[in-house]
């Protein structure tokens, strides 16, 4: 069994040194370039560069002037936002104005019906029956007796 795993692993090792081998030739065969073929990729990619600084800054000078519109419309809502403030402050005034003068109106109207409430209960003495009257309702009950009999 020994023998088997031993085999195995060399015959693995081989074939991945022989692989390793083939790719590192591949590899270096093809990875060199002439003098002119190198230069004619460096032009291209300062044209593409180019075309991408021109490209960018084409999209930058239209959201430029996307944001100054912005800003001028948000300028504009910003007036807009102060007058109805201000409206809306003279409007709260005004509803203040009247509740005071009603509120005023009425507390002078409960105060008034308080007071003569309490200067009437004040005002009240009680009868003190003097003897005349007491003298009369006698008389009147003698009268009311004598006549039913």
Sequence with gaps: MSNNRQSLSI???VLFV???VSTALGQQSD???SQS???QIIDRIDKSEEKLRDHIDKKFGELDKRIDDIEEKFHELDKKVAVLRSDVD???TIIIAIAVAVGTHLLIFIGSHIYTYWKNKTNIVPKVISNN???QDVILRQA???DKT
């Design 37 to 39: 073929q190198f230069i």
């Design 11 to 13: 015959i693995f090792g």
């Design 133 to 135: 009257q007491l003298d």
């Design 18 to 20: 022989l692989f390793v």
């Design 31 to 33: 990875s060199t370039l």
């Design 90 to 92: 003279k409007l709260f």
């Design 144 to 146: 009311y007796y004598k």
